[in-house]
């Protein structure tokens, strides 16, 4: 079973009748050399991108309208046998049946790669990395004007997040029991514990029964997991522990860590030397001008020597004295988290010490081969582009003109056309920019400038796959139909009281006394 087909099959279990069709697009791995831009010496790192496109069906003759959508990376460390998901964004149109396939989507992805059973990539150690913020819209554009479309708020957009994860943990645990660790933490910038708990709710810290506790706080400190990317031992580098992803808060804010002390230092004028009457031989005004510097060139000079006779060199910035705990604390100051919305950084790790067999270490893939079903990378952005720059959803209409684009171009590229089909792009509203759409919410980019220099990397040594009419059948297009019993009308805790209430005989019913209130008599003139 595939990535799709796992999907599918946990849309079956929706409540009532639906019609679901997919698009899994999973790129080739390629190799990576920002996840860690700071660590000495550089990990190596392959990454894959994801994107995973919903739409449902009414009826079987209504057109599809898409739902939602789910952009996300793979990063794979195999020098640590560990590997990263990061979901970058999750998004939905309001405009199919209730409930919600989201969160279903969602949750079969995590398990898909959480699970070591079905875990594509060969890595004994996974940790799912996500920054929660709520917004109008992420991946659909004008999403937020349909009136259909009700999202999160930033306290529930948390809890939500929370209780997804910790029934993913629960299922994972009580399979593997003894035989896996996971490990689920979470930290709200600018709360404590305790006003973080307050914040998203006073319930347990484990979301479900079952599944592990929640721990508040950062996986940094913690030894029972290894992390993707540790230090050498001996040594300190915050540059080791942090990843740096896409769209994400803390890739300015190392940046920024990255630099100081270095270009922003103020250091004295050196003193010049009294000029004489007569020129000092070459080799004194050299001596002279150790001595003025205080032997500076040479302990540079000898500081250049260590880092080429293989010792560890030194953390730029304060990259080496900024501590976890002191990061996160700082963190909370930072602007995307000082906005008056509450956010979120969640961090699950799932590790599985499962015996494998001899067959399967012959036959493991080398990390960048591609595998079946996987599309070239440059397909995957294209249509990502056109789903963020090229369509909208702000209306039922264009929803579905947007829907039979996107299909369309995907099948499309399976055939091998070389262009995408004419945007869904229509009249602009007041709300949209000049280029007519609303632009996506997205963190400040970073100061590549500060990165430091990274050389150019090997080519791959394999082929970019090529997507045909067969990988789009096999793995890319998928459908269902789903038929079970409709999800029940919730009823509030008032309206079953209230309904007991009415049911109740006249003898169970409590005797009330009504008092009548005695009127004063008006004095008249013949009473005085």
């Not at 190596?44 to 996300?72: G, K, M, T």
């Not at 602009?428 to 007519?436: E, N, V």
């Amino acid at each position: 079973m595939n990535l799709r087909d796992s999907v599918l099959a946990a849309l079956s279990t929706l409540p009532g009748t639906r019609h679901f069709h997919i698009h899994v697009l999973v790129t080739a791995p390629r190799k990576h050399t920002t996840l860690y831009p700071y660590a000495n010496p550089r990990p190596r790192i392959y990454v894959q991108d994801i994107l995973i496109l919903l739409s449902e069906q009414l009826a079987l003759d209504s057109p599809r309208v898409l739902v939602s959508a789910v952009e996300a990376c793979v990063y794979h460390a195999p020098t640590t046998s560990a590997a990263i998901l990061y979901i970058s964004k999750v998004d939905s149109t309001g405009q199919g049946l209730a409930p919600s396939p989201t969160s279903t989507l969602v949750s079969a992805l995590v398990r898909w790669y959480a699970d070591p059973k079905t875990r594509p990539v060969h890595a004994q150690h996974l940790w799912l990395h996500l920054f929660a913020r709520a917004q109008g819209h992420y991946l659909f554009p004008n999403s937020i004007e349909y009136e259909g479309k009700r999202p999160l708020s930033d306290v529930r957009l948390c809890i939500w997040w929370r209780r997804l994860l910790g029934a993913v943990a629960g299922d994972l645990q009580a399979s593997f029991g003894d035989q896996g660790k996971i490990r689920l933490y979470y930290v709200l910038p600018g709360y404590n514990e305790l006003e973080a708990q307050q914040a998203i709710g006073a319930v347990p810290l484990s979301s479900m029964a079952g599944s592990p506790p929640w721990v508040y706080g950062h996986p940094y400190s913690q030894t029972e997991i290894p992390l993707p990317c540790p230090p050498p031992e001996g040594s300190f580098n915050l540059g080791h522990l942090i990843p740096s992803f896409e769209d994400d808060p803390k890739n300015r804010f190392m940046d920024e860590i990255a630099v100081i002390g270095e270009t922003d230092s103020i250091t004295s004028p050196v003193r010049k030397r009294a000029r004489t009457t007569r020129r000092a031989p070459a080799a004194s005004r050299e001596e002279g001008r150790e001595d003025i510097h205080g032997g500076s060139e040479h302990h540079e000079a000898g500081e250049r020597e260590k880092e080429k006779d293989g010792k560890t060199p030194r953390p730029n910035g304060e990259l080496g004295t900024v501590r976890p705990d002191e990061f996160w604390e700082r963190m909370s100051f930072r602007q995307e988290c000082v906005t008056g919305a509450v956010t979120g950084f969640f961090v699950a790790a799932f590790s599985f010490s499962l015996p494998s067999s001899t067959a399967e270490l012959v036959s493991r893939p080398l990390p960048l081969a591609p595998q079946p079903g996987q599309v070239p990378t440059a397909m995957n952005r294209r249509i990502l582009t056109s789903l963020m720059q090229g369509n909208e959803f702000s209306t039922v209409e264009r929803a579905y003109k947007a829907t039979e684009v996107l299909e369309g171009a995907i099948r499309g590229l399976c055939e091998g056309l070389s262009s995408l089909p004419p945007s869904s792009r229509g009249k602009p509203s007041q709300q949209q920019t000049q280029d007519g759409m609303l632009a996506p919410p997205r963190t400040p980019p970073r100061k590549h400038a500060a990165l430091p220099y990274l050389q150019d990397m090997s080519p791959n040594p394999f082929d970019e796959p090529e997507a045909t009419l067969e990988t789009y059948h096999a793995h890319i297009y998928g459908t269902v139909s789903v038929s079970n019993p409709a999800l029940a009308p919730k009823t509030s805790a008032i309206g079953a009281r209230v309904g007991a209430t009415s049911a109740e005989t006249d003898a169970q019913k409590p005797k009330v006394n009504v008092l009548a209130v005695r009127k004063k008599k008006k004095r008249t003139e013949s009473d005085s």
